[in-house]
């Protein structure tokens, strides 16, 4: 079945290490995301990307870096320069509006990190 | 710049009773609505959208929203409220930039549905 894959579900990482969440997707979209969650705050951009091989920064970049090098995989770092990592990461992706979409994401079952 | 604000933290229903969660939104240009529900420790699951047309849109499971252009609104409802919706309902609004589809989400609102 066509999705999107996010792994591991949870991870544990002790502080000053760089952990690296995988997601992986086969609908042949263009573009994918990562998304930060925490409780009361909805969900905040961290990086996009539109085409292989480049990305841009969203919301809060900081402290986390991607890649692009396969049009189903964006995989997200987090750096032990994220000064609170322990989250709810979200990757997802959609089409390209040039393709005639109207834009919804597709959203992976997401990806706990907890720092102890 | 857009923003969305979802007002209420947490909707209380009876089952059986109609629901409403609240939506407003601000953007420059048109609007692309979107309302998700996310089911504990799940990802999103995309619910319906409003982009051009009926100002009335039918998604899944029975829900609809109203695309209110004079309020600035779109509030998901649904006629007859079920145990099993309750959730986490989130609206976001779209800026379209390329071919990426940036959305902005609210912060979320708790729906809770008892017998």
């Known amino acids: 079945d066509g999705g999107i894959t996010q792994s591991p579900k949870y991870l544990f990482r002790k502080e000053g290490q760089n952990v690296t969440l995988s997601c992986e997707q086969n609908l042949n979209h263009d573009a994918m995301y990562w998304y930060r969650q925490d409780p009361g705050q909805g969900l905040r951009l961290i990086y996009y990307s539109q085409i292989v091989n480049d990305f841009q920064k969203g919301d809060i970049a900081e402290g986390y870096s991607v890649s692009r090098e396969k049009k189903e995989s964006f995989p997200l770092t987090v750096t032990s320069a994220q000064k609170n990592p322990t989250a709810f990461y979200l990757c997802a992706s959609s089409s390209g509006s040039n393709r005639g979409s109207t834009g919804e994401l597709f959203f992976g079952e997401g990806s706990r990190l907890t720092v102890l | 710049a857009q923003s969305v604000a979802q007002p209420e933290d947490q909707v209380n229903v009876a089952e059986g009773n109609p629901l409403t969660v609240k939506c407003t939104y601000s953007v420059s240009g048109n609007p692309y609505l979107f309302w998700y529900v996310q089911y504990p420790n799940r990802g999103l699951q995309f619910l319906l959208k409003?982009?051009?047309?009926?100002?009335l849109v039918k998604g899944s499971y029975g829900f609809e929203a109203e695309f209110n252009k004079s309020q600035t609104s779109f509030h998901l409802k649904k006629p007859s409220a079920l145990v099993s919706d309750s959730a986490l309902y989130f609206c976001?609004?779209?800026?379209?930039?390329?071919?990426?589809?940036?959305?902005?989400f609210g912060t979320g609102t708790r729906l809770q549905v008892t017998l």
């Open positions: 409003y982009i051009t047309g009926d100002n």
């Open positions: 976001a609004v779209r800026l379209n930039t390329g071919t990426a589809s940036k959305l902005t």
